[in-house]
């Protein structure tokens, strides 16, 4: 990172501005409060509610190029925080693959580190579906050597975070959900992805 002004763009559906968390911080906001950044360092959440990676696919670049910076001033970084809504579309999981691929190519051509985030667990009746999207995009990502954070995998029988559900609807989780979410980003490369040493507490 050097001495440059860190610029992050959050890309995602409502999961990624933490929809359901009474502190309204989700993942995201947690995870910025326990990352020591050095210098100055901003985040720009950018969700559209139900957005599948279609739609994703075709309004990042638009919305992160305002908020991004001269390449020579600034360090600009990609997370593109997956949602759940491709379990339930008629999107293939070919489509999908094909979605993030494009992300991910355009943002290496514009010189833009990406970081990736998988859809966790929901619904159980979309539960192979989303276990089939997380491994896609898991390979999508590792193809291009990017980092890739499977939250579905580690939740899928975690009970707090299907508790936490529970008291969403099913929905959305909450406080305990996006704690457990920001946990293993935390746990899953970002601090390597951005050069900082991992020395925030656990």
């Known amino acids: 990172m050097g ?17 359901g968390d009474p502190k309204g911080l989700g993942w995201t906001g947690r995870v910025m409060a ?20 279609t739609g994703l ?19 600009n970084r ?26 991910l190519d355009v943002a290496d051509s514009r010189r833009i580190p990406a970081f990736v985030v998988g859809p966790p667990p929901g619904l159980s009746e979309d539960a192979d ?3 089939e999207l997380s491994s896609a995009y898991g390979d999508v990502a590792a193809r ?3 980092p890739y954070v499977d939250t579905f995998t580690p939740l899928a029988s975690h009970e707090q975070w ?21 946990w293993l980003v935390l746990h899953t490369g970002w601090h390597e992805w951005l050069g900082l040493p991992e020395d925030t507490p656990s």
Do not use: K
């Open 144 to 146: 291009r050597r990017v």
């Open 78 to 103: 990609l997370v593109v925080a997956l949602g759940r809504h491709d379990a339930s579309s008629v999107l293939s999981v070919a489509r999908s693959r094909l979605n993030l691929a494009n992300i």
């Open 34 to 53: 326990r990352t020591r950044f050095e210098g100055t360092a901003m985040s720009f959440p950018l969700a559209v509610p139900g957005e599948t990676t």
């Open 162 to 182: 299907h508790a936490d559900l529970a008291q969403n609807g099913n929905l959305h989780p909450g406080q305990a959900g996006y704690g457990l979410m920001a």
């Open 129 to 131: 579906r989303l276990a």
């Open 57 to 75: 696919s075709q309004r990042w670049e638009v919305e992160c190029a305002p908020r991004f910076g001269p390449e020579a001033e600034t360090d």
């Open 3 to 19: 001495g440059q002004e860190l610029r992050i763009c959050v890309v995602g559906d409502e999961l990624s501005v933490g929809v």
